[in-house]
């Protein structure tokens, strides 16, 4: 799949559910499958049983994706400093 699209894809979601997350990372291959890997912010994150399913059923809505799965990972585990710069500015934080 091109990777323009993969990285639309993955703005797209990163901005959307990115406060749940610390990262979003984005595949689709040439057979139209879409495979998502989700860190989350902490173990007890109490989105972690909803959110990869409203990933999936929004990625099905898009032409050019026909299956998608959905992984939850917790390594590398994530930390402050995982932040963006523009993160920072935005929640106040020394950059």
């Known amino acids: 799949m091109k990777i323009s699209f ?9 901005s959307t559910f990115l406060t749940s997350a610390s990262s979003i990372e984005v595949e689709v291959d040439d057979q139209e499958n879409c495979h998502v890997v989700i860190t989350f912010t ?9 959110l990869p399913y409203d990933i999936g059923l929004a990625l099905q809505k898009i032409d050019g994706i026909t299956k998608v799965k ?5 390594e590398p585990q994530w930390t402050m ?6 993160g920072r500015r935005f929640l106040g934080i020394a950059v």
């Open 81 to 86: 400093e995982r932040i963006t710069r523009n």
């Open 6 to 14: 993969r990285r639309s894809l993955t703005r797209i979601l990163q």
């Open 42 to 50: 902490e173990v007890a994150c109490g989105c972690q049983d909803t």
């Open 70 to 74: 959905v992984d939850i990972v917790y």
